[in-house]
């Protein structure tokens, strides 16, 4: 398949871009576009054949539910029933924006875009882009992230097509996303609200609107006989460069001692890297490739960058990768449940 592509400035929207684009899903067509959090892999959600394709474009196991991602409020409940008043209490403070709401689904929705689950998981992003595509496709765009299955999430138009070229119709790129990790996932189908993945709304921006809220344990254990993540796509091994990660925890002064250590040890047999706040990069410049994710109070920098530095890992022919521990208020969460599952749980304590 030949791939389009198209550059469209988010602040001045080409809409005969939008319009071609459209196009392309209403006929059962992929298109990549930009959101706030990461880029998405955008079909009809209401196609079991543009569902289908989706996966079979990412490589990705049919029983891990899309996100249908909407442009108007009033197109919500065509496709969610019992939606409670948490709801509309969470969308009036965090919608347009990065936060996947989970509701019990109409019929209209097919089983193929929800991974057979009797539940739809909705969003309504802010980036501009996705809603001038979403209302130009109909209103209901399944859009996972536009990555091969299990690779580093996309977020710029580069990202996209080293793994989309020639498997999807058109790719819009706007640029670097803003946030850089994919959204929070709250269930509200159950009694006590969950948080089924954290994003850049936190757990404590979530408890401040619903009151009592549960998080999946699979946030941050291992999913085993007794863990078993309610986000299906939690359970996959995710976010992953080819080389091996593991997280050092431990104060600052031993981290650092353990990874100059292992550099010395890797030196001219096993390429290294670490990603390293900025206050200690220098500590680290004979690895092969130091990923300086930025200050260690600059939460927003480390979050956009994780995705990027992963995927310059694989650039590299890295086979090791050792990564600090990040401590940020909001998006530290988010930042190290995308590390650990990056790292299969490896973490070593020193
Ligand atoms: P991605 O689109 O790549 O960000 O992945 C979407 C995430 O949302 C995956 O982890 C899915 O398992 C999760 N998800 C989507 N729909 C549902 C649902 N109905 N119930 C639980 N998790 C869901
Ligand atoms: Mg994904």
Redesign the pocket.
């Known amino acids: 398949m030949n791939t389009i592509y198209k550059s469209v400035d988010a602040g001045n929207i080409d809409q005969s871009v939008i319009k071609e684009a459209g196009q392309i899903v209403r006929r059962g067509g992929l298109v990549a576009f930009p959101t706030e959090?990461?880029y998405?892999l955008g079909g009809d959600a209401l196609s079991p054949s543009s569902s289908k394709k989706i996966y079979e474009a990412?490589g990705?196991p049919s029983d891990?539910?899309?996100?249908v991602h909407i442009a108007d409020m009033d197109d919500l409940d065509r496709i969610a029933e019992n939606i409670p008043k948490a709801a509309y209490a969470l969308a009036d403070r965090y919608w347009p924006g990065p936060l996947?709401m989970?509701f019990k689904?109409k019929s209209v929705v097919p089983s193929e875009t929800?991974?057979g689950?009797d539940?739809?998981?909705v969003r309504f992003p802010s980036h501009p882009v996705a809603q001038a595509l979403i209302k130009a496709s109909g209103g209901y765009i399944a859009?996972?992230?536009a990555?091969i299955s299990g690779r580093p999430?996309p977020t710029s138009g580069d990202h996209v097509r080293q793994d989309m070229d020639g498997r999807i119709d058109m790719i819009i790129d706007s640029g670097p996303c803003d946030i850089g990790l994919?959204?929070t996932?709250i269930?509200l189908?159950t009694d006590v609200p969950m948080m089924?993945?954290p994003g850049f709304v936190s757990a404590e921006m979530l408890r401040q609107v619903v009151g009592e809220l549960d998080t999946d344990p699979a946030v941050f254990h291992k999913a085993g006989a007794d863990i078993r993540?309610?986000?299906?796509?939690?359970k996959?091994r995710?976010y992953a460069p080819k080389g091996k990660v593991a997280i050092v925890s431990g104060n600052r002064d031993d981290v650092i001692r353990y990874i100059r250590d292992k550099i010395d040890g890797n030196k001219g047999k096993v390429r290294t890297a670490v990603l390293s706040d900025s206050e200690d990069a220098g500590q680290f410049k004979e690895a092969d490739l130091v990923a300086d994710m930025g200050e260690r109070s600059d939460e927003s920098a480390i979050a956009s960058r994780l995705y990027d530095m992963l995927r310059a890992c694989d650039d590299e022919n890295i086979e090791e990768i050792y990564s600090e521990e990040f401590n940020t208020p909001q998006l530290g969460q988010a930042i190290m449940n995308r590390l650990i599952k990056a790292a299969g749980h490896n973490t070593i304590k020193v």
């Open positions: 959090t990461v998405g990412k990705r891990n539910p899309l996100i996947t989970i689904k929800t991974g689950l539940t739809v998981a859009a996972p992230s990555n999430s994919e959204s996932i269930d189908s089924l993945r993540p309610k986000a299906p796509g939690m996959y995710h």
